[in-house]
């Protein structure tokens, strides 16, 4: 008779919570997590690495908001490279959330060389960071069109593995002296592996290797890749800028760019010692004589590539106009007719 109350007691509890958690999970998650200052998130799905994550909500949220994901450095934290990086104060200006994926290994590099992790899917730290952004999508009716992913050092390799495992996830990304997707492979399948002969710029290959390399992250996968923008330094000593041709190589080869004639080479550009050069609307390299490792992130450059600000000189504005209303670094939205306003 006991027993028989106290489960009943438990069934009718249960009941209960579970009829009100459909509606109520969302808002009291969302509610929990304060707006304009770091937070850790303990749950966001399924966590096969125990990667830890970080969020940035801004005050100035957007209603539909775009997503950054920011990942660090060998050493460094989600509180370390939030400080380290410019986004959580382009969160308030363009109302964007970023996301700050932790390592849970010690030295905190991140595994780009298991398996697991370079396979869609295959429950390394990949995976985990691509639940992060499906469980933020969700929580907070982000525009899926408007979702990015960056690093530097081995979270730019990090960057590259996210793009060539999760194509459908991000729209752009942009990669700061990192490696290409695959090079840190481990021919022993360790987790965290360092990879020497790679580092050092030994891995040569062709166009064609290195894009079986990244497609073969999501056997069959045909839709949308990321544009993706790479930058390294001429002086790198950690990550040799062999890998900055690799890594170039192995996205001209992933749109079917013809690598060795790029459609422009642009000198000193965006500034001096920098020269971009671009295979195509989806891919552009940006290599910068004497900066060794690693090159710091241009937080303007990045809302251009992303698409949150229009170049200099862009169209920002028109009946029509779909593409972003807001100008980069200092210049104004300016109308000009009914269907035509540029930065000026
Ligand atoms: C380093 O990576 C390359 C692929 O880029 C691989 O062939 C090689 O076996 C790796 N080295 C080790 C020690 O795992
Ligand atoms: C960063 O990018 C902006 C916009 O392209 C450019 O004006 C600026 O010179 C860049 N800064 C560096 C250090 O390259």
Redesign the pocket.
Known sequence: MKGLSCSFLITFLLSLTLSSAGTLARDVSKRAIPAGSLQRVNSFGSNPSGTQMYIYVPKNLASKPGIIVAIHYCTGTAEAYYSFTPYAQQAEQYGFIVIYPQSPYSGTCWDVSSEATLIHNGGGDSNSIANMVTWTIGQYNADTSKVFVTGTSSGAMMTNVMAATYPELFAAGTVYSGVGAGCFYSSSNQVDAWNSSCAQGHIISTPAVWAGIAKNMYPGYSGSRPRMQIYHGSADTALYPQNYYETCKQWAGVFGYNYDSPVSMLPS???PN?QTTNWGPNLQG?Y?TGVGHTV?V????DM?WFGFTA??WGQCGGKGWTGPTVC??GYTCTFGNEWYSQCL
């Open positions: 550009t965006p500034s920098y940006i910068v710091p241009n937080g303007t450059q251009e170049a200099l980069a670094g």
